[in-house]
């Protein structure tokens, strides 16, 4: 769990320094129903223009600590790297459960006070020790604000 928490901050630190320099429009969000179930999620998102972003999103709870690092597509943003979306993600777990790779779909809306909110789905692969094929779901319903 420390290995998580530490590469959360140096993604932190690198985005925040990246969006200093280049003022990328920074995401910070958040998903409120997932505390119901004892996991906090931080997802941190960097648009690189309109159409793209790259971000990352932390899970950490009682016995789960995983970082999913994600690529994303908008498609016709209205107010850049809004609205329908496509993406890729890679998962870095805390555990020895194996890293996994996948796909997803969502759609992002951005308020006129900078207020986002965003849902995907999706699903991925994850690779183990086994061989066996291990579906892994995404799910994202997320609540928060974007800095300009």
Known sequence: MKHAILIFLVVCLATIKMNAQQRIPLEVSANPIILLFG?????????????????????LGANLASIYLNGKHYFRPRKGTDGFNVGT???IPSRNDGASVGFFGGHKWVSQKNITFEVALGVGRQFGEENVINALPYFKLNVGYRFR
């Open 89 to 91: 993600f890679l998962t």
């Open 39 to 59: 996991v906090g999620v931080l997802a941190v998102d960097a648009n690189l223009d309109a159409n793209w972003s790259v971000g990352t999103d932390i899970f």
